[in-house]
Nanobody, 127 residues
Framework: QLQLVESGGGLVQPGGSLSLSCVAS????????VGWFRQAPGKEREGVSC????????NYEDSVEGRFTISRDHAKDTVYLQMNSLKPEDTAVYYC????????????????????WGQGTQVTVSS
């Protein structure tokens, strides 16, 4: 079964940090740009960040710019989302998704251009 698997979510206090990981099962990420998304209760899913195939280009949603860092390790076939200075409004289920690399054209691929999605990992920021 071809799928993405996220890990690293949990409960953290405001101001704390978490690192999420995204790995592929049944295929490899070496032809894909990867994005991170989140969906909070009662809200629509939103794009958080994305990274090009090479890892040399990244994009961030305004509210996470300067606090979150996306990266990838081709040797480990893993994409990471380092989240620092977390706020209660960052509470959501976080998903990773993979799009064919040519859909990254300087900005994140459109949602419909992602071929694979993970099941999500819960991030809760609360004191």
């Amino acid at each position: 079964q071809l799928q993405l698997v996220e890990s690293g979510g949990g409960l953290v206090q405001p101001g704390g940090s978490l690192s999420l990981s995204c790995v592929a099962s049944g295929f490899t990420l070496d032809s894909y740009a990867v994005g991170w998304f989140r969906q909070a209760p009662g809200k629509e899913r939103e794009g958080v960040s994305c990274i090009s195939l090479s890892g040399g280009s990244t994009n961030y949603e305004d509210s996470v710019e300067g606090r979150f860092t996306i990266s990838r390790d081709h040797a480990k076939d893993t994409v990471y989302l380092q989240m620092n200075s977390l706020k209660p409004e960052d509470t959501a289920v976080y998903y990773c998704a993979a799009a064919p690399h040519y859909y990254y054209r300087g900005t994140c691929p459109a949602d419909e251009e992602y071929d694979y999605w993970g099941q999500g990992t819960q991030v809760t920021v609360s004191s």
